[in-house]
């Protein structure tokens, strides 16, 4: 996404925070828990892009997430809707690339529609045509601003742990 620099060498700052909401309807916080979904059993974050191929539904994310979502009794949750209890999409198929030390590191969940809908209440699914696939060496020669979005998976201590999370948002180049 080209951002506009206004002859400052940075984004207008009304532009990136547009931006920013724009991003936060296409993706969903993931939360894991070990066991029961209760605040005592969360155990870690994530950031799930939501798509939608023709009537399918999917959640792509990174791969160790993926991976670590199906290791002994853990659940996925989505978070839905603020300060309420996240859901457990049921999970039809899941796939996943995680390679440490390299650039290989994406998954994906296909979920129910029944799911997909629950999350359509607040989000919109991309379709394929909004999403572009590039390499690192071309983002580098492009040398633009983007913006890079997330709930960080930083754990509140016990006792003050939410089911909901906020978008982390910033601006950078890659040079």
Same mark, same amino acid.
């Given at each position: 996404?080209?951002?506009?620099?206004?002859?400052?060498?940075?984004?207008?700052? #009304?532009?990136?925070?547009?931006?920013?909401?724009?991003?936060?309807?296409? !993706?969903? !916080?993931?939360?894991?828990?070990?066991g029961p &979904?209760?605040?005592?059993?969360?155990?870690?974050?994530?950031?799930?892009?939501?798509?939608?191929?023709a009537s399918?539904?999917?959640?792509?994310?990174?791969?160790?997430?993926? @991976?670590?979502?199906?290791?002994?009794? @853990? &659940?996925?949750?989505?978070?839905?809707?603020?300060? #309420?209890?996240?859901?457990?999409?049921?999970?039809?198929?899941?796939?996943?690339?995680?390679?440490?030390?390299?650039?290989?590191?994406?998954?994906?969940?296909? &979920?129910?529609?029944?799911? #997909?809908?629950?999350?359509?209440? @607040?989000?919109?699914?991309?379709?394929?045509?909004s999403v572009?696939?590039?390499?690192?060496?071309?983002?580098?020669?492009?040398?633009?601003?983007?913006?890079? #979005?997330?709930?960080?998976?930083? &754990?509140?201590?016990?006792?003050? @742990?939410?089911?909901?999370?906020?978008?982390?948002?910033?601006?950078? !180049?890659?040079?």
């Open positions: 996404m080209k951002l506009n620099d206004g002859g400052n060498n940075h984004p207008d700052r #009304a532009y990136a925070e547009n931006a920013l909401l724009r991003v936060q309807l296409h !993706t969903t !916080t993931l939360l894991f828990f070990d &979904i209760n605040d005592h059993d969360l155990v870690g974050l994530g950031t799930g892009v939501l798509l939608r191929i399918r539904y999917f959640i792509l994310s990174a791969g160790h997430c993926v @991976r670590d979502s199906h290791r002994g009794s @853990r &659940i996925l949750g989505l978070g839905v809707k603020k300060h #309420a209890s996240p859901i457990s999409p049921q999970i039809l198929r899941h796939e996943y690339c995680y390679e440490p030390g390299t650039e290989m590191d994406f998954g994906f969940w296909e &979920i129910a529609d029944y799911d #997909a809908s629950d999350l359509r209440e @607040r989000h919109v699914f991309m379709s394929l045509d572009t696939c590039t390499t690192h060496d071309t983002l580098l020669s492009i040398n633009d601003w983007m913006i890079l #979005a997330g709930y960080p998976g930083e &754990i509140p201590p016990p006792g003050e @742990r939410e089911y909901s999370a906020s978008i982390f948002g910033y601006t950078t !180049t890659l040079a």
